[in-house]
């Protein structure tokens, strides 16, 4: 694996991305969202409701709002996945890039780098903005700083990498099955949905996503990633994309 | 060439000065002794019962441009997608630039020395033409200061240099095939693999396009056509295949025309009735004749001999003549006769 290789596949899929207006506006305009609105609501709640928040209930209700990184991090790259992939084929240009001196394992690295390191970056700023404005709402109610914390530490480390890279691996296996960038987002959607479903067993307390929870997650997802990584080197084989694809 | 040894030669660059005694080069003789840029042999690729390519044989010069044709789903493609190691071949053997193709070890050594225009253009339409060939170029690992001058060298020659930063997604088809020739050249590659370079294009395009594989057939560069426009390949090909899951025949196109047709005359009169064609049936015995209303062609070999000689039966039968005439067939004869001819055993 020549990793120069790699990141040429990676930065010329990244610089197309940038040219394509519903991409960055996800990439960017999700995390703004969760980042900016949720220190805002909590804001209003705390301080212009009138509602009396109890500090106890507080610290469930921000890390309810933390999780939203998770559920961002498994939509955002399915978007770019399936433009990097469908896209390709949707312009023929596959067979031209599977004609030059690289491997399949290199091209599909530098194009799962080229969902998963954005997806990331855009996960970690907009969380740090969200740390810092939650803090700056909530430290007078609380007594304390709430961010950094563990449960944070994980998600960002641990949980929302994995879970980025299982959206992007699963994108890859459903981009090998349709023909059109629209069909593979729609269907790649599906792939938020067991962490949307993670989330409500939480929120009504049946899985609590504590520190403990959410590292044995990651824990179980980085299997669940293992095994679809064994499944897209599979599929992205380049008799496969030529002859079966559709 | 030692099997399983990538070669790469010695060659002008795309655009170059041209080598000095070009009609030397050219020279059939030549090119029969040059080496084998592609050397095939029972090649087949099968895809569950459906067999597309079904034993292929065939070696290409150091130099020739070979065409291979045949009708659409004949194998065409699968055959370049073999042969350059895209997809795996189910049996047979074939060393394209001297690499074994199937040799995983060989894979990415055959890759940088052959050039390949697929049957899709395949460009990044949101990119300039300039990305798309820095792109490959970079993939190919040209250092950028070659990198820039190849691209600028083929942009110049293709007229696009001042186009280079404009998005191909609102280029022409023919400025788009340009483009994608342009990639498959960006790297120099001993071997260029063209998959129907005029198909879909308007007959301006086309001839910019055929044009412009003449300059690089008159650089000496080896070149494989995949085609159904038998005008091109007769205009272009030194040797063509014709293909139709198995190869039927190969050759130049003027030794399948002799071989598969022979040289016919034509002969036209005012009228015609059963006595004349019974008369001329006997005067122009042994030679083989075959009427289509008014119209007479009789298969002969040295027509210059025997023109004058049928011309004479023909008068002699008390046939008014108004038209007499060599024909030549053309390779769309040959290749309709072979494509439609039934296969052994059939």
Redesign the interface.
């Known amino acids: 694996m020549r990793l120069s290789?790699v990141w040429?596949?990676a930065s010329?899929d990244l610089?197309?991305l940038r040219?394509?207006r519903s991409i960055t506006a996800g990439l960017v305009g999700f995390p703004i969202a969760v980042a900016v609105g949720f220190p805002l609501l909590v804001d209003y709640l705390l301080h212009r409701s009138g509602a009396a928040i109890p500090s106890s209930l507080l610290g469930g209700l921000i890390d309810s709002f933390s999780f939203f990184f998770v559920i961002g991090a498994a939509t955002i790259p399915v978007g770019i996945a399936s433009y990097s992939i469908v896209g390709e084929k949707v312009?023929?240009?596959?067979?031209?890039?599977?004609?030059?001196?690289?491997?399949d394992g290199e091209i599909l690295l530098g194009k799962t780098l080229a969902a998963l390191l954005p997806t990331i970056l855009a996960v970690w700023a907009g969380a740090t903005l969200f740390m810092i404005l939650m803090d700056r709402v909530t430290s007078k109610t609380l007594g304390y700083l709430y961010f950094p914390n563990w449960e944070m530490a994980v998600i960002l480390l641990a949980l929302a990498p994995l879970v980025a890279l299982f959206a992007v691996e699963a994108s890859i296996l459903i981009s090998s099955r349709v023909s059109d960038v629209r069909s593979a987002q729609q269907l790649s959607a599906l792939v938020f949905f067991p962490f949307v479903l993670l989330y409500v067993l939480g929120e009504i307390g049946v899985v609590p996503l504590d520190t403990t929870n959410l590292l044995y997650i990651s824990g179980a997802l980085a299997l669940v990633v293992l095994g679809l990584f064994a499944l897209s080197r599979e599929t992205f084989q380049?008799?496969n994309i030529?002859?079966r694809w559709q | 060439m030692r099997p399983g040894k990538c070669v790469v030669r010695s060659r002008p660059p795309v655009g170059g000065p041209r080598p000095q005694a070009l009609e030397v080069l050219f020279d059939p003789a030549v090119l029969r002794a040059g080496p084998q840029m592609i050397d095939a042999e029972g090649l087949t690729k099968t895809f569950g019962d459906l067999t597309a390519v079904d034993r292929v044989s065939l070696r290409v010069r150091e130099g020739e441009v070979f065409g291979l044709l045949g009708p659409n789903g004949a194998g065409k493609t699968t055959t370049v997608r073999m042969l350059t190691s895209l997809i795996s071949k189910s049996s047979g053997s074939a060393t394209v630039a001297g690499c074994e193709v199937g040799n995983a070890r060989d894979e990415l050594r055959l890759r940088r020395q052959i050039g390949i225009l697929p049957e899709n253009v395949g460009l990044y339409e949101a990119a300039s033409a300039y990305q798309n060939l820095e792109y490959f170029g970079r993939l190919q690992g040209l250092d950028a200061a070659t990198l820039r001058g190849n691209i600028e060298r083929l942009l110049r020659m293709m007229e696009l240099w001042e186009k280079r930063d404009l998005p191909v997604g609102s280029y022409s088809k023919g400025m788009k095939q340009k483009v994608a020739i342009a990639r498959a050249l960006v790297h120099d590659p001993v071997l260029l693999f063209l998959d129907e370079p005029t198909a879909n294009l308007d007959p301006e395009a086309a001839k910019t396009v055929r044009d412009f594989i003449l300059e690089l057939k008159r650089e000496r560069r080896t070149i494989f056509l995949n085609t159904h426009h038998l005008d091109e390949a007769e205009r272009i090909c030194d040797r063509v295949g014709i293909l139709r899951t198995r190869l039927l025949r190969v050759g130049s196109p003027e030794q399948l025309r002799a071989e598969l047709w022979g040289n016919r005359t034509l002969v036209r009169f005012a009228s015609v009735s059963e006595p004349l064609q019974a008369a001329l049936r006997d005067r122009l015995a042994p030679r083989h004749l075959e009427w289509q209303g008014r119209t007479l062609l009789v298969e002969v070999r040295d027509a210059e001999r025997e023109n004058p000689e049928i011309a004479e039966a023909v008068l002699a039968a008390g046939g008014k003549l108004t038209e007499l005439s060599a024909l030549a067939p053309s390779l769309e004869d040959v290749y309709l006769k072979l494509i439609h001819e039934k296969e052994p055993g059939a």
């Open positions: 290789q040429i596949v010329h610089g197309l040219r394509r312009e023929k240009s596959l067979e031209p890039l599977l004609a030059t001196p690289t491997t380049r008799d030529l002859t």
